[in-house]
């Protein structure tokens, strides 16, 4: 059994809590949050919990193993440092870092401390994400693609008042590509490899930050557009070309269909995609395979893929931000 914290008590929090729950491999051990009655509140519901509102004391319950973090984006590395040097297994909300010198030093660190990290980029860990792989063919089949992930967020409301959420704060590591874009990146990072170029075209808001933007990756033989924002709304679907067809998806952040339609129109393909309840709860039941079997060799192999694709996609999010002109607090440290 996993004996997990949380650090956040917010929505996603709840709902990797209890997708964790739902595999049976884990247990709710203590929340931190820097009000009490906040961390009370969060953690009334799965029973018996410890509660922290320091660090120190949080990362020093010694029989909880693993921590789940969900703070604002900048807070990540800090907290993840002090939870590695504590022994702790990370599993860090995407974005996990700021900058490719944060994520090498959190994976150097997880290294040497023996423990394990993770990056809850829970789209790539979805059966149906492992479906459209196994369908796609090899590279030089491919001819482009177009992914999209773009939703409004209330939040904005508060920039338009002249506030400045974590959200859309440049100090919190905040904005549409690090916050959604994420999806479509990590899916064409792990679908396709990492391109040779990355560009992104923000639509820079008052606060710094991109509301909205299209980016480009350019592999060898094709390029990939993503499209991402947080001020508006798209109902576009994600296509993947090849040159004997194109495979529709509803969307590449939770894929719940993919239909391939061959070029000549004579002919369709429905992928079998099996939903489940909770999007979360296969990104759980897969770290908990790799941290309750540390010694299995095609687990560990399977691990740091993910570390490496992880690697990957946070160097590619830091370039695309720096052709667009974003720079966060966390650039000049």
Known sequence: MINLGIIGTNWITHQFVEAALSTGNYELTAVYSRKLERAQEFGERYGEVEYAVDLTTFFGISHMSTVYIASPNSLHFEQAKQAILAGKNVIVEKPAFSTPEEMDEIIHLANEHNVFFFEAARNIHERAFKTVADFLPLKDQIIGADFSFMKYSSRYDLVLD?????????????????????????AALAWFGMPKESHYFGK????????????ILRYEDFDVSIRTGKIGDSFQQAEIYLDYGTLVLNAVNSIEEAVFHDRNHERQEKLPIQQVENPMSEEADAFAAVIMNPEDQDLGVLYESWVELARNVNQVLFDMRKSAGIIFDADKK
């Open 162 to 186: 002249g506030e400045e959420p974590n959200i859309f704060s440049t100090h919190f590591s905040g904005g549409a590509l690090v916050d959604l874009g994420v999806y479509p990146i990590y």
């Open 204 to 215: 820079l808001i008052s606060t710094g930050v991109d509301g909205l933007g299209i980016g």
